[in-house]
C-alpha cells in the first residue's frame, strides 16, 4: 500500500510574528504619499492612494507566515504544486471581474477587525487555518463579496489541502470505496467477493485499496473543474453550496466505479489493456 504522510509540523517561534510584521510594516506605510488623486478603482468611498496602499502594505506584512508557510508546503514533497493551478485560475477570474473590486474606508474597518482577530487567534489556529483565515481577510479589502463565489473555492483549492485531506480522510474513504466495491461486485457481478479491511478478496487473491484509491486526488480534481465552471457562469451562493455537495457525491460514486473496474482487472476477472491501470 502506498505509505500517506501527515503534513510537516509548523515551525515554531512565530507567537509574535503578525504582531512583529505589522511593525514592520510602520515605516513603509509612513513613506507613502498622500496625494488627492484617487485610487481609479470604482468605489467612490476611495479618496487617496494612502489608505488602499497601507491597508495591503500592512495585510502583506502580517500573513508574511502564511506565506512562507505556503512556498514550504509547496516544495516539502507532501504535497504536488498542483493548487498553483487553481491559484492561477482564481486569479485569471479575479481579473476579469477586477472592475467589480475595489478598496474603500468599508472594506478598511472590515479588513481592520478580521486582522485583529487573526493576530489575537494566531497562537491557536492551525496554519492552514490561517491561510483560510488571511485569504478572507484579504478577500475582505477588495470587496470579494462582490465576486462569483466561485473563486472563492478555487482560492481554497489553491491551498496545499490534498495532503491534510489525504492524512485525516483518506483511511475513511478508502474504507467507504472498499464496502462499496464489495457491494458492487457480489450484488451485480455475482462475484463471490469478501473484504477484509481494506482489501478485497476473491478467489483467494487479494486486491487492495490504497492511498490513490481513495479518491482525494478525484475529488480535488473534480472540485476544481465545478468551481471554474461556477466562477464562469456566476453562480450565486445559495444554489453553489447544494451543488456542491451533489457534485462531491457524484466524484466519490464515480470513484467507487473506478475502484471496482480495477478491481475486475488487477483480479484477473477481467483482460483489460496495461494502460488502463499503471503504477
Not at 15 to 22: A, H, K, Q, T, Y
Not at 30 to 59: F, H, K, Q, T, Y
Not at 94 to 116: H, M
Request: glycine share 8%; aromatic share 10%; proline share 8%.
Amino acid at each position: 500500500l502506498a505509505a500517506v504522510h501527515p503534513p510537516p509540523p509548523h515551525p515554531g517561534g512565530e507567537l509574535s510574528d503578525p504582531i512583529f510584521f505589522i511593525i514592520l510594516a510602520c515605516p513603509v506605510v509612513n513613506a507613502i504619499p498622500a496625494p488627492l488623486a484617487e485610487v481609479g478603482l470604482p468605489d467612490p468611498g476611495v479618496r487617496r492612494w494612502r489608505l488602499p496602499l497601507a491597508m495591503l502594505i500592512v495585510l502583506a506584512f502580517a500573513f508574511w507566515p502564511v506565506w512562507r508557510w505556503y512556498l514550504l508546503r509547496m516544495n516539502d514533497g507532501s504535497d504536488e504544486p498542483m493548487g498553483l493551478a487553481a491559484l492561477g485560475l482564481a486569479a485569471w477570474f479575479l481579473w476579469q471581474e477586477r472592475r467589480r473590486l475595489s478598496v474603500s474606508r468599508r472594506s478598511f474597518v472590515d479588513a481592520s477587525i478580521g486582522l485583529v482577530v487573526y493576530t489575537l487567534a494566531f497562537p491557536f489556529m492551525l496554519p492552514l487555518v490561517r491561510a483560510v483565515v488571511a485569504f478572507g481577510i484579504l478577500g475582505l479589502a477588495i470587496r470579494m463579496d462582490r465576486v462569483s463565489p466561485g473563486i472563492w473555492g478555487l482560492l481554497f483549492l489553491s491551498l496545499p489541502v490534498v495532503a491534510t485531506l489525504q492524512f485525516y480522510a483518506g483511511c475513511p474513504l478508502r474504507q467507504a470505496t472498499a464496502v462499496g466495491a464489495e457491494w458492487l461486485l457480489t450484488t451485480v457481478a455475482s462475484m463471490e467477493v469478501t473484504r477484509t479491511g481494506t482489501v478485497l478478496w476473491w478467489q483467494g487473491q487479494p486486491v487492495g485499496i490504497d492511498a490513490p484509491c481513495s479518491g482525494i486526488r478525484m475529488l480535488w480534481t473534480g472540485l476544481v473543474l465545478h468551481f471554474l465552471l461556477a466562477a464562469n457562469y456566476r453562480v450565486r451562493l445559495l444554489p453553489l453550496m447544494g451543488l456542491t455537495v451533489g457534485a462531491v457525491v457524484v466524484i466519490v460514486l464515480a470513484n467507487l466505479l473506478r475502484a471496482t473496474g480495477l478491481f475486475l482487472k488487477e483480479s484477473g476477472a477481467v483482460s483489460l489493456p496495461a494502460w488502463t491501470h499503471e503504477g
